[in-house]
């Protein structure tokens, strides 16, 4: 499996963030989307996982399948898109479904959330939001990972767990693409770069 892009350009407000952008990025690779703020990067990963249209170029997964590219794909980006008055348990059990299904507890484990299941979400911590964000990464299989500054508001322990996370999501031949700031989740395989892209 290969996610390719061919010339991608993309449009927002009235103006083109990035032009011309192609890039490959294999079963099993991570890349990494480098470049400063308002350079596209979150764009990008919206444009992928089918938010925003691209204004023009071609963006596919080969071999084509029966399913779109976003229908492949885990989004999760700066807002977090949680529901406060439903509990943490009743939030993972909603992605779940939304996504395609699969067991909704057991992905609360790893990011230490199970302990919190009964508890509304507007309680939660900056990071323990971002822990069940991530969840939902585990809570239906898709094999494309789009993650918009993953490591934000996460303490030392949960950047260790998301990076396993990755790690295992790219041994079972999953693809990752990541906008980074700072330090990355490991080596990546491919930088995409969006500095000075339009």
């Known amino acids: 499996m290969k996610l390719q892009a061919n010339a991608l350009a993309c449009e927002r407000n009235g103006r083109v963030v990035f032009s011309g952008l192609s890039f490959e990025v294999a079963a099993g690779e991570y890349a990494e989307l480098r470049g400063p703020n308002g350079a596209g990067k979150s764009s990008l990963l919206r444009l992928i996982a089918g938010l925003v249209p691209s204004l023009?170029?071609?963006l596919q997964l080969t071999p084509p399948g029966d399913k779109t590219?976003?229908?492949?794909?885990?989004?999760?980006g700066h807002h977090d898109a949680l529901k406060?008055?439903?509990?943490?348990?009743?939030?993972?059990?909603f992605w779940s479904?939304?996504?395609?299904?699969?067991?909704a507890t057991a992905a609360l484990a790893p990011f230490r959330m199970e302990r919190l299941a009964d508890d509304p979400v507007q309680l939660l911590s900056a990071g323990q939001r971002r822990r069940l964000s991530l969840s939902r990464l585990l809570a239906a299989q898709r094999p494309v990972w789009l993650l918009d500054e993953p490591m934000t508001a996460l303490d030392a322990d949960s950047q260790k767990t998301l990076s396993g996370i990755?790690?295992?999501?790219l041994e079972t031949g999953g693809i990752v693409l990541a906008a980074i700031h700072g330090e990355g989740l490991r080596k990546p395989d491919h930088v995409i770069s969006l500095a000075g892209a339009a």
């Open 166 to 169: 990755v790690d295992r999501h």
């Open 69 to 76: 590219v976003p229908q492949l794909c885990h989004y999760v």
């Open 56 to 58: 023009s170029g071609t």
């Open 97 to 103: 479904v939304m996504l395609g299904g699969g067991d």
């Open 84 to 93: 406060n008055v439903m509990t943490v348990r009743e939030n993972i059990a």
